[in-house]
Structure formats: C-alpha cells, structure tokens
C-alpha cells in the first residue's frame, strides 16, 4: 500500500512583465511545479498567485492564503526569492509556518524540503544568497 501524497499549496509570484524573459512567468512556475509534484508524489490541492507583487513585503493576498494552507502539509514554491528575498522574512516564515514539522517548505529550484535537517540547513544558506541578490540589485 503506497503512503498518503502530501497535500501541497503551491505559491506562484511574479513582480512584473520582464520576469517573463527571465524563465519565472507564472506559467514557466507553474509548469515547473506541476513536474515537481509529479516527480516527488504531491498532491497540489491549491496554487496561488500574486502577479505583480514584489517580494520586499510579506503583505500579499495570495501568499496569506497560500500561508493559511488549511489541510496542507506543505508549501511549494519555484525558488526561493518567489516567496521573499529577505533573510529575516524567511527566518520569520520558518519560524512561523514550519520549525514545528508539521507543516514543510519545498522549494524546486534550490532543491528545498524543510522535512529533514539537509533541507533546513540548505535554506538557511540560500536565504543569505537571495537577501545577497536583493541588496546588489
């Protein structure tokens, strides 16, 4: 008999037309997570999208829904800087949403998943590199 699949929100975000070019448009994210939840048995029970929302504020309506997850066990996102590019912010989210285990955070790109201790450790290099992005640019 197969485990349960996890039940995932996916959170899609983009903050304007030229992301487009860059491979994040919101259908690039979304194709990416559809084969992501293929490949690793989740099921995507909601996706939720902010177009046109940048990533310097926490203070977006479909992240609050996507963070509210209901029956969810999980959280995917495309990268890491779709959810937010401040360490603090992310710091925060974990905090929040996911130091308990019961709920986890996976992100595609980075290959992130809070289930186990790699995954925590990884994520708390690559919330230094994306707030490195953010001040750079």
């Given at each position: 008999?197969?485990?349960?699949?996890?039940?995932?929100?996916?959170?899609?975000?983009?903050?304007?037309?030229?992301?487009?070019?860059?491979?994040?448009?919101?259908?690039?994210?979304?194709?990416?997570?559809e084969g992501?939840?293929?490949?690793?048995?989740?099921?995507?029970?909601?996706?939720?999208?902010?177009?046109?929302?940048?990533?310097?504020?926490?203070?977006?309506?479909?992240?609050?829904?996507?963070?509210?997850?209901?029956?969810?066990?999980?959280?995917?996102?495309?990268?890491?800087?779709r959810l937010?590019?401040?360490?603090?912010?992310?710091?925060?989210?974990?905090?929040?949403?996911?130091?308990?285990?019961?709920?986890?955070?996976?992100?595609?790109?980075?290959?992130?998943?809070?289930?186990?201790?790699?995954?925590?450790?990884?994520?708390?290099?690559?919330?230094?590199?994306g707030q490195?992005?953010?001040?750079?640019?």
């Amino acid at each position: 008999m197969n485990a349960a699949r996890t039940r995932t929100v996916a959170y899609l975000r983009v903050s304007t037309d030229k992301q487009a070019d860059r491979g994040v448009s919101l259908e690039a994210q979304r194709a990416k997570m559809e084969g992501y939840a293929a490949l690793f048995d989740l099921e995507l029970v909601a996706i939720e999208v902010d177009a046109g929302e940048s990533a310097k504020s926490l203070a977006r309506p479909a992240l609050d829904r996507a963070l509210a997850m209901g029956k969810a066990d999980a959280l995917l996102v495309v990268k890491l800087d779709r959810l937010t590019r401040s360490v603090r912010d992310l710091c925060d989210l974990v905090d929040r949403y996911f130091r308990d285990g019961k709920r986890a955070l996976l992100s595609v790109g980075e290959q992130v998943d809070t289930r186990s201790a790699a995954g925590r450790m990884v994520l708390n290099v690559m919330s230094s590199v994306g707030q490195w992005e953010r001040e750079a640019i």
